[in-house]
C-alpha cells in the first residue's frame, strides 16, 4: 500500500537552531515529491518539488532534497516566522492526479 | 491577482439541508480538486478533475457531488450532509499534478 510517513510529528526549536523534518514514502512508483507549508486557518502553500533521487532544491533558509525512500526538508538557522506545520506529498505513477500527503511536522521556533 | 477562491469560509448548518461551497480559481489551470483536512488524518482527497466534463472520485468521495462545467468553477455539492462531514475544506488547482495552489479554506459544522 502506499504510504507517506512525516517524522517527528512536533518540533521544537529555539531561533538559529538547525535541524531537519524528515519525510519517508513507500509508493509503487514516485512521479515527484512536494513540500507545503501549512501556516494555522490558512491553505498550504507550496514550497518545493522534486523528481529524482539526488536532487536538491533551496529557498531562503529551507533545502529539501531527495533520495529514494525518503526526503529531508532542513531549516537552517530558523526564525520564529518558519514557524507552521510542513507538509509533504507524493505523486504516484498509478494514478495521473492521485497525491499522497503525510499528516504533517509541527515546526515551533522559540524567539 | 492569482489565487483560488472559495466561498463560504466558514457555515454552520444542520443535518441534511442541502449546501453548496464554491471554488474558483483565475490562473486557467487543468486541474482542480477538493481536499478535506481533519485532526490526526491529514489531507485526503475528495475529488479530482483533470479537465471540464471530466471528475474522478479521489480516497473520500461518499457524500460529496462535484462537477466541472467551466474551466475556472469546482463545486463542491453535499446532497445531504452529516455531523461526520464536519470539517476543513480545501480547493485547489494545478497547471501540472501534484503541483497545487490551495484556496483559503471552508469551515464547515454539521449539526
Known amino acids: 500500500e502506499d504510504q507517506v510517513t512525516q517524522s517527528p510529528e512536533a518540533l521544537r526549536l529555539q531561533e538559529g537552531e538547525s535541524s531537519s523534518l524528515n519525510c519517508s514514502y513507500t509508493?509503487?512508483?514516485?512521479?515527484?515529491l512536494f513540500w507545503y507549508r501549512q501556516d494555522p486557518g490558512k491553505g498550504p502553500e507550496f514550497l518545493f518539488t522534486?523528481?529524482?533521487a539526488g536532487e536538491e532544491k533551496e529557498k531562503e533558509r529551507l533545502k529539501a532534497t531527495l533520495t529514494k525512500k525518503e526526503s529531508f526538508l532542513h531549516i537552517t538557522a530558523p526564525k520564529p516566522e518558519d514557524s507552521a506545520t510542513y507538509l509533504c506529498a507524493v505523486h504516484i505513477y498509478s494514478s495521473a492526479s492521485k497525491i499522497i500527503f503525510g499528516s504533517g511536522t509541527r515546526l515551533s521556533i522559540r524567539p | 491577482e492569482a489565487q483560488v477562491t472559495q466561498n463560504p469560509r466558514y457555515l454552520i448548518t444542520v443535518t441534511g439541508k442541502k449546501l453548496t461551497v464554491t471554488c474558483s480559481q483565475n490562473m486557467n489551470h487543468e486541474y482542480m480538486s477538493w481536499y478535506r483536512q481533519d485532526p490526526g488524518l491529514g489531507l485526503r482527497q475528495i475529488y479530482y478533475s483533470m479537465n471540464v466534463e471530466v471528475t474522478d472520485k479521489g480516497d473520500v468521495p461518499e457524500g460529496y457531488k462535484v462537477s466541472r462545467k467551466e474551466k475556472r468553477n469546482f463545486p463542491l455539492i453535499l446532497e445531504s450532509p452529516s455531523p461526520n462531514q464536519t470539517s476543513l475544506y480545501f480547493c485547489?488547482?494545478?497547471?501540472?499534478?501534484?503541483?497545487?495552489?490551495f484556496g483559503p479554506g471552508t469551515r464547515l459544522t454539521v449539526l
Open positions: 522534486l523528481y529524482s
Open positions: 485547489a488547482s494545478s497547471p501540472i499534478a501534484g503541483l497545487w495552489f
Open positions: 509508493v509503487s512508483g514516485l512521479r515527484g
